[in-house]
């Protein structure tokens, strides 16, 4: 099946700084979707990003589909970005209708 | 507009016993999805119902189970409670299976 590797496994910044995490996956996909985890469970939707670029305020996404990965830019990070982001697809032959995550990257961001 | 709600959201259970987790979707939303999440890993896909029935399913044993009501809302049944059963049960749902939207999981505990 579709494998999904994410980097870095951890990041630590101080607030305000910037940072740029990247998802690799191993097939084509029709759905790439980037969530983040609070430290309460929660996984929040960020971006739905099976190809192009999207911005919401402070973070913003590329897929680049042909060369199979996706990078997640966050700026000027605050203290509440802190938490676990993932990346996940759904593509390949066997995988239609499921989510296959990557392990996540821990990001805590000090004030 | 409630989101995903999930209950309970936290259960202790022995070995060997039986657990029923719930999910109500998001109003809208007509697929059920389930994944578990083990302590520091991604989630993982376990099963996703449309239309009362199972459409996909991942490499979980068959003592997980589950079904979708007429409303949508959704059943998941593990049995025979084992110690590695122990995780965090996430219930999304989606307007036919892309675009997932997550409750807050379950917290199951297997002592």
């Known amino acids: 099946g579709i494998q999904v590797e994410q980097s870095p496994p951890d990041l630590i910044l101080q607030e305000g700084a910037n940072s740029t995490l990247r998802c690799n996956f191993s097939?084509?996909?029709?759905?790439l979707q980037w969530f983040h985890q609070n430290p309460w469970g929660q996984l929040i939707n960020l971006f739905y990003?099976?190809?192009g670029t999207k911005q919401n305020g402070r973070l913003s996404a590329t897929t680049v589909a042909t060369e199979r990965y996706s990078l997640l830019y966050i700026s000027s990070s605050q203290t509440t970005d802190s938490g676990v982001y993932f990346c996940?697809?759904?593509?390949?032959?066997?995988?239609?209708?499921?989510?296959?995550f990557g392990s996540g990257t821990r990001l805590l961001v000090r004030p | 507009d409630a989101g995903v709600t999930q209950s309970p959201t936290h259960l202790i259970k022995t070995r060997g016993q039986q657990v029923t987790l719930r999910c109500s979707p998001k109003?809208?939303?007509?697929?059920v999805s389930w994944y578990q999440q083990a302590l520091g890993q991604g989630p993982q896909f376990i099963f996703q119902?449309?239309?009362?029935?199972?459409?996909q399913r991942g490499n979980f044993p068959d003592r997980f189970s589950g079904h979708q009501f007429p409303n949508y809302s959704s059943e998941l049944n593990v049995n025979a409670l084992l110690l590695g059963d122990s995780a965090l049960y996430l219930c999304?749902?989606?307007?036919?299976?892309?675009?997932?939207?997550f409750g807050n999981g379950t917290r199951l505990t297997v002592t």
């Open positions: 999304a749902s989606s307007p036919g299976g892309i675009l997932l939207h």
């Open positions: 097939d084509s996909v029709n759905n």
């Open positions: 990003i099976p190809s």
């Open positions: 996940a697809v759904e593509g390949g032959l066997d995988s239609s209708y499921k989510l296959i």
């Open positions: 109003s809208g939303h007509d697929t």
């Open positions: 119902y449309y239309e009362e029935e199972e459409r």
